[in-house]
């Protein structure tokens, strides 16, 4: 059965009011916190809001929380990540450069605490499993990333400031589109791509090869220090990073090439090409997550309007693809899904927030086979062009994870 966008909201916003039973008449069971970044209005200088949904633990399904949508504490919220602790939450605001902190209570109920305002337009983010680094990245003119000392969520002074550079192209402008800390502390890698070398529609000044993601070492305080031979090569155009659990390898998906990278994490923090890579997605992969086991990975492919599955051999760290018992080969979203997550309660659902659909898709994880299936009800609607998601665990719900 199809819904209109209209019947989807009102089932949406009655199931957020606490009814007792979905469809089936099974009782509701919240399992996960997803909290989704968009605008709460259509004009440019529209407020940024985060709206809490709660994700059923029988279905998947997401129902809008009794909370009201939380002001991001900017304009154009980019992105979202909940601490490893799941107390706290931060966004990126592109439209006034700030990054703000949010506790999370109980209930998913967000309370803004502090922010800073960062020196360069945000891109992305990420905070070290200790708690005690936000890493923030960003810049229209020259890439940077900054570092933030956290001390039980609040958000210090900036510690530091690199400008990504080019070897051997030092005037070229490298723009960062991702960053992620290995789930040891030890690495943090970025994403950048050399606009002097990828300009569609534009000049074309280098000859450099366009993208690349640069290696750091992370010391207890989250001081970052350039790992050898970094940065690595990284197709044309990498857009995302996720690592696995493991700690041994990283994945970057590669917007204009259609593809997957994978990588071989060495001890010292370098990389290396997996032989048998990269791997093909479905067009303009945005955005890819490993599942908290670390025997999947999926891909947001944008232009698709679809997710790319794939299961992990957990030797080599190749990605093979999934294919549905349906026979489908494409797991369908709403319209150019531009971010992606598996819930880490149960690690059994996967959501992405649709940027041109004003929604989020879901699916349910089958835990043996790595295949999806649509969530009752998907998609759900939110509100005006969302960007990311985050998730936290309901209560004292344990969390899918692998210790190496």
């Given amino acids: 059965m199809k819904f209109s966008k209209l019947s989807q909201l009102a089932l949406v916003s009655i199931l957020g009011l606490g009814v007792a039973t979905l469809l089936s008449g099974c009782m509701l069971v919240t399992i996960d916190y997803v909290f989704v970044a968009d605008s709460s209005g259509s004009g440019p200088g529209s407020a940024g809001q985060i709206e809490t949904f709660a994700a059923d633990a029988e279905t998947g399904a997401l129902r809008l929380t009794d909370n009201k949508p939380t002001p991001s504490g900017g304009t154009q919220p980019v992105a979202l990540v909940a601490s490893a602790s799941y107390q706290d939450l931060y966004v990126a605001n592109a439209g006034n450069n700030s990054v703000v902190h949010f506790t999370i209570s109980y209930s998913g109920a967000l309370t803004q605490k502090d922010s800073v305002t960062v020196p360069f337009t ?49 005037s070229d402008v490298m723009l960062p589109t991702s960053v992620v800390v290995l789930p040891n502390n030890s690495n943090v890698y970025v994403a950048a791509y050399d606009q002097s070398a990828y300009n569609p529609g534009g000049t074309v000044t280098t000859s450099a090869n366009p993208g690349w993601i640069y290696a750091y070492s992370a010391g207890s305080n989250g001081a970052l220090t350039p790992v050898t031979n970094s940065p690595f090569q990284a197709g044309v155009k990498p857009t995302s990073l996720a690592a696995a659990p493991t700690n041994r390898f990283l994945y970057a998906s590669d917007f204009a090439s259609n593809q997957v990278i994978g990588y071989a994490v060495m001890s010292d923090g370098t990389l290396n090409f997996l032989v048998n890579g990269p791997f093909r997605t479905g067009n303009e992969p945005a955005s890819l997550v490993v599942d908290p086991r670390g025997m999947y990975l999926y891909v947001a492919d944008s232009l698709q309007n679809a997710v790319s599955a794939f299961a992990i051999a957990q030797a080599s760290g190749t990605p093979s693809a999934v294919i549905n018992v349906s026979g489908a080969s494409v797991n369908a979203t709403d319209t150019t899904p531009v971010s992606i997550l598996v819930d880490p309660g149960l690690g059994r659902f996967v959501y992405t927030a649709n940027h041109l659909g004003n929604s989020v898709s879901g699916f349910q994880l089958d835990p043996n086979t790595g295949v999806l299936k649509p969530t009752i009800l998907t998609p759900y609607p939110t509100g005006v062009n969302p960007t990311a998601l985050a998730a936290v665990p309901h209560g004292n719900h344990p969390v899918q994870e692998v210790t190496p």
């Fill in 122 to 170: 945000p891109d992305a983010l990420a905070v070290n499993t200790a708690g005690t680094a936000l890493y923030v990245v960003g810049g229209t003119t020259s890439g940077q990333i900054s570092v933030y000392p956290l001390s039980s969520g609040t958000i210090g002074s900036v510690a530091s400031t690199i400008t990504l550079k080019l070897p051997g192209f030092a």
